[in-house]
T-cell receptor
């Protein structure tokens, strides 16, 4: 069965510091991988996705993620955190190219002034 | 605007009532979903429809009945509402490989 694990339900970083949110998946086939952001009282917005090709993908708001098959990881990074980045972030995986996309439990990102 | 829209945004009701949430997407996607997000922000897929055909039906009480009149609409009807049904319900749509595009959510509160 496909699954996705996000390490750390809460992550705090200082404004201007590096953001690193971790995501690992289990899969027997190459997956499609996604990161979503959810601001308070809003829906989920797609940040970036990996399907095929280049393993380093860039998304909106300066975020990027790298697909590492050997580590079964798809960690999300941003070089310099901004206060507006404070939100809930979800990693998601689709392994069978079917319609089922499974979400991790989410990581709440706190930005410290 | 191209988007996934759902109504109502907020729904407050008494236990035992029946309610519906409507969803529409104008993105031309073939697949539509209902997800439930609980108070701990955990997102769980409930149903998936592809071109009006039910594809995924997770372990959801049969009080929940989705209906897809056409591939741009997926409504959710809930009978005999219970306290535990309180959550945010998200409609979404996708094409293969595109990721899932979410509606703004419906916050359901059962009193």
């Amino acid at each position: 069965a496909q699954s996705v694990t996000q390490l750390g339900s809460h992550v705090s970083v200082s404004e201007g510091a590096l953001v690193l949110l971790r995501c690992n998946y289990s899969s027997s086939v190459p997956p499609y991988l996604f990161w979503y952001v959810q601001y308070p009282n809003q829906g989920l917005q797609l940040l970036l996705k990996y399907t095929t090709g280049a393993t380093l993908v860039k998304g909106i708001n300066g975020f990027e993620a790298e697909f590492k098959k050997s580590e079964t990881s798809f960690h999300l990074t941003k070089p310099s955190a901004h206060m507006s980045d404070a939100a809930e972030y979800f990693c998601a995986v689709n392994m069978n190219r079917d319609d089922k996309i499974i979400f991790g439990k989410g990581t709440r990102l706190h930005i410290l002034p | 605007d191209t988007a996934v829209s759902q109504t109502p945004k907020y729904l407050v009701t008494q236990m035992g009532n029946d309610k519906s949430i409507k969803c529409e997407q104008n993105l031309g996607h073939d697949t539509m979903y209902w997800y439930k997000q609980d108070s701990k922000k955990f997102l769980k897929i409930m149903f998936s429809y592809n071109n009006k055909e039910l594809i995924i039906n997770e372990t959801v009480p049969n009080r929940f009945s989705p209906k897809s009149p056409d591939k741009a609409h997926l409504n959710l009807h809930i009978n005999s509402l219970e306290l535990g049904d309180s959550a945010v319900y998200f409609c979404a749509s996708s094409l293969p490989g595109t990721g899932v595009f979410f509606g703004p959510g419906t916050r359901l509160t059962v009193l």
